[in-house]
């Protein structure tokens, strides 16, 4: 379980196949505090360090991909020198900052406008039909692992939706939404809240 807020961003210093996808990870990490069989989100996916090594901010670690997971993320987002988002799993005592993460990506989405407000970045993502009963005005999303707030959503004729999320400095300093163009892909994560309403809303409907 995780919570959306990103505590370092990676870089996969070497993807090798072999039957799965093995990944190197760079981070500003201490590997003493980095378990194998631990969980680590990394852009909003939770994986499995399966080896570790490093000095104290300057880590590594290796996890494996398979190829469901690579099929249900963003294409070539796996790719050396990629940056990535990381988040250890959280820890009983922890403070939840964002909002409850499972690191299950649910669908890849679209940018289709990034502007500048002041100092902050307004950016429009396009949800496929399927997601979009499930992205509501003030809830909460997760996009590349980062915790977000829906500033608005707008439908549109072919059941898929554009929502609107406000990037501040902080967040883009210290993540990779900073770097966001119109025509990225990224993974989303719907609010696990809303998941279990729609299900509620579909049974009641069928009684």
């Not at 249900?72 to 796996?78: H, I, S």
Request: charged share 20%; with cysteine; glycine share 12%.
């Amino acid at each position: 379980m995780f919570t959306g807020i990103v505590t370092a961003i990676g870089t996969i210093a070497a993807a090798e196949l072999r039957g799965d996808l093995r990944l190197k990870i760079t981070a500003p990490l201490d590997p003493a505090r980095i378990d194998i069989g631990a969980s680590i989100a990394c852009s909003g996916v939770c994986l499995t360090v399966v080896e570790r090594g490093g000095t104290a901010g300057d880590a590594w670690f290796d996890v494996d991909l398979s190829g469901e997971t690579v099929s249900r993320t963003v294409p070539g987002m796996w790719n050396a020198g990629a940056l990535l988002n990381l988040e250890p799993s959280l820890r009983l005592g922890d403070e939840l900052g964002g909002h409850i993460v499972t690191g299950h990506v649910d669908s890849v989405g679209e940018v289709v406008k990034v502007s500048q407000d002041g100092g902050s970045w307004r950016i429009a993502i396009r949800a496929r039909a399927d997601m979009s009963p499930f992205i509501a005005e003030k809830g909460s999303i997760t996009v590349n692992g980062v915790s977000l707030t829906v500033n608005d959503v707008r439908d549109r004729p072919d059941g898929a939706c554009d929502f609107l999320l406000n990037i501040i400095p902080h967040t883009a300093a210290v993540t990779t939404l900073g770097t966001l163009a119109e025509g990225d892909r990224v993974n989303l994560e719907i609010d696990v809240l809303a998941r279990y309403l729609k299900r509620m809303q579909s049974l009641a409907a069928a009684r």
